[in-house]
C-alpha cells in the first residue's frame, strides 16, 4: 500500500507543480474495505476517507473513532439517512436534491457545519445522479440558505463508458463551472473528481479532491 500512495502523490504533484495555487486532496474510497485497512492507509499519511454505503461506514466511523479521520460521505442519498449522514460525516459530495438538503440541514448537530460538495451531471447521463449545470447557480444559492450547510463546490461522477477524450472534455467543463460559480470574495470552491482510472486527467484539468479506492487498496470484493 505504501508504493501505491506514494505512486499517486508523486504523479498528483508531477501534474500540479505546473499550476503553483493547486492543492489536491487524496480522497481515500473505502467503501468494502475494513478497518485495518483504513487504519493501514492512515498511518500512511492519509486523513480523508470516503464511503458510499451508509451501514457499512457507521460501523466502521464507531470503531475508528479515536483516529484522526475525516469522513467524506460519497454514496447515494436516501432521505431516511440524512440524519446519520449529518451526525457522522464531515462531508457530503453527492448532494444533488433540495429536499435531502433541508434535511440534512435539520439534523446537523449544534456547533457543527456539515460541508457540501453539489454533485452536478455534465454528461446528462440519466442513470446517475447530479444536477444539470444550468441548475446549479440556483441550487447553490437555496443550499447557501440554509445555515448549518457550508458549500464547499462541486462534485462530478462521469459515465462509466466515457473515453479518456470525454473524461477530459467533462473535467474541464467542471473547472470552468467551478470557476464560474466562485464569485471573488468567496473561498475557493473544491473540485472533487478524478477516481483510479482517471485522476492524471481530473488533475490536470484542475481538481482539487481526487476519490481513489481500487488505486489504494486494491480490487473491490
Ligand atoms: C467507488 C467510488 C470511487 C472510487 O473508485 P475507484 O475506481 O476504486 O478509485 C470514487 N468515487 C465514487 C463516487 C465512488 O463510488
Known amino acids: 500500500m505504501k508504493e501505491k500512495i506514494t505512486k499517486i502523490f508523486d504523479s498528483i504533484d508531477e501534474i500540479s507543480k505546473e499550476n503553483k495555487s493547486q492543492k489536491v486532496q487524496v480522497i481515500a474510497v473505502s467503501k468494502k474495505k475494513p478497518c485495518s485497512e483504513i487504519i493501514k492507509a492512515n498511518k500512511l499519511g492519509i486523513e480523508n476517507f470516503g464511503e458510499n454505503y451508509l451501514q457499512e461506514s457507521l460501523e466502521k466511523i464507531k470503531n475508528l473513532k479515536n483516529e484522526k479521520i475525516i469522513w467524506h460521505f460519497i454514496g447515494k442519498i436516501q432521505s431516511n439517512k440524512c440524519k446519520d449522514i449529518a451526525e457522522n460525516f464531515a462531508w457530503v459530495h453527492t448532494l444533488d436534491r433540495l429536499k435531502i438538503a433541508v ?14 460538495l453539489i454533485q452536478v451531471n455534465l454528461d446528462d447521463d440519466v442513470n446517475k445522479g447530479g444536477i444539470k ?7 447553490k444559492q437555496e443550499v447557501q440558505k440554509l445555515s448549518n450547510l ?14 479518456d ?24 470552491c473544491e473540485l472533487s473528481m478524478g477516481m483510479t482510472r482517471d485522476f492524471k486527467i481530473a488533475v490536470e484539468a484542475g481538481s482539487s479532491m481526487v476519490r481513489i479506492g481500487t488505486g489504494i487498496f486494491g480490487e473491490r470484493e
Open 103 to 116: 434535511k440534512l440541514n435539520k439534523y446537523v448537530p449544534v456547533g457543527k457545519k456539515l460541508k457540501i
Open 133 to 139: 449545470r444550468e441548475e446549479v447557480v440556483s441550487f
Open 150 to 163: 457550508d458549500f464547499n463546490g462541486i462534485m462530478i461522477m462521469p459515465s462509466v463508458n466515457a473515453d
Open 165 to 188: 477524450g470525454e473524461l477530459k472534455f467533462i473535467y474541464e467543463e467542471a473547472w470552468k463551472l467551478a470557476k464560474e460559480i466562485s464569485e471573488p470574495s468567496e473561498k475557493k
